[in-house]
């Protein structure tokens, strides 16, 4: 792992036009998100759903433009005026696994013609080469090699995200965004392809945004975690001081939010209602209407995300001087 940052992102926003009430109203779907990822580390990004994580990593592998702010990949910036050449020329580095393994596979397309498509497009692969590095990559996540003539729907869940995360290694990439890459799946079939990701992250080297909501699968594979609320990072922290001593209200309603089998563990007050809508967030930290340490200035001042020391930023003011 290197200290210099490969994915930069700073005061990303976002926002989308929508149709309400006979008018246009503005969605806010990222509100000045900073984070960095370094080689060969992977970053938990958690947050329920409607908080933004989506959104971010599609900003980051060119699939939707940023409203303002900056991405920096590889030192290039894909945000700036000459943004779509410097993504084309980073752009074999980084790839999305998605969420949905059958949705992101055409059910007409051989697997050997889905997972060689990056090939295809990239146009420096023989055929030889080509129908090579396919045999190679179903090896590398643990298909067999007569897979190849088969369709999607004749494999199950977890084989067609083996399919995918094949499809997305096939130029080499250095960095990838897995978008909620388990989900969809048994938790039996879940454990596998964590543990195959984090056998090529190993292998090959690689760097992961691990988007997701279930904070069991996130501490199984990230370095450090980001938690998101409302379009907004509100905590970033190494992987152990988060799950061990969450300091943002909210990260700490996330961890209490999962099942224990301990009647004994101490738990914090149960966070009530949701998300705000991000067509009209409210005044000051958005969390305030859900937060029992909620002051007076939560509801008018919105926090920053500052160092509190020891890696970990927090925006929250019980941590602000």
């Known amino acids: 792992m290197v200290d210099q940052p490969i994915v930069e992102v700073r005061d990303l926003h976002k926002t989308f036009a929508v149709k309400r009430d006979g008018g246009v109203s503005m969605l806010h779907a990222l509100s000045g998100v900073n984070f960095d990822i370094v080689g060969g580390e992977t970053l938990g990004l958690v947050g329920e759903s409607g908080s933004g994580k989506t959104t971010a990593g599609r900003i980051l592998v060119g699939l939707l433009p940023a409203t303002s702010g900056t991405v920096s990949l590889f030192g290039h910036s894909i945000t700036g005026p000459d943004g779509k050449a410097q993504l084309a020329s980073v752009r074999s580095r980084l790839q999305l696994v998605f969420q949905d393994p059958y949705a992101s596979l055409n059910p007409r397309m051989r697997i050997s013609n889905a997972i060689a498509e990056p090939l295809d497009i990239a146009g420096t692969y023989s055929r030889k080469d080509r129908n090579d590095r396919v045999a190679e990559l ?184």
């Open 138 to 321: 179903l090896e590398l996540v643990g298909l067999p090699k007569n897979s190849v003539e088969r369709y999607p729907h004749e494999f199950s869940g977890g084989q067609r995200q083996r399919i995918v995360i094949a499809r997305a290694l096939a130029l080499n990439p250095d960095f990838v965004v897995c978008d909620e890459p388990v989900s969809a799946l048994d938790v039996s079939i879940q454990a596998q392809i964590v543990n195959l990701l984090l056998d090529l992250q190993d292998r090959l080297g690689l760097s992961y945004l691990f988007i997701a909501h279930d904070l069991a699968v996130v501490r199984a594979v990230s370095t450090r975690v980001a938690v998101m609320y409302a379009g907004a990072i509100v905590e970033t922290a190494p992987k152990a001081q988060i799950y061990s001593d969450p300091q943002h209200p909210y990260s700490r309603a996330l961890l209490d939010a999962v099942p224990r089998a301990d009647p004994d563990a101490v738990r914090h007050p149960v966070v009530a209602g949701e998300v705000p809508s991000l067509l009209s967030r409210p005044p000051g930290c958005s969390f305030h209407p859900r937060c029992a340490f909620a002051t007076e200035r939560c509801r008018v001042e919105v926090p920053l995300l500052r160092d509190s020391g020891a890696g970990r930023r927090v925006a929250c003011h019980l941590f602000s001087t």
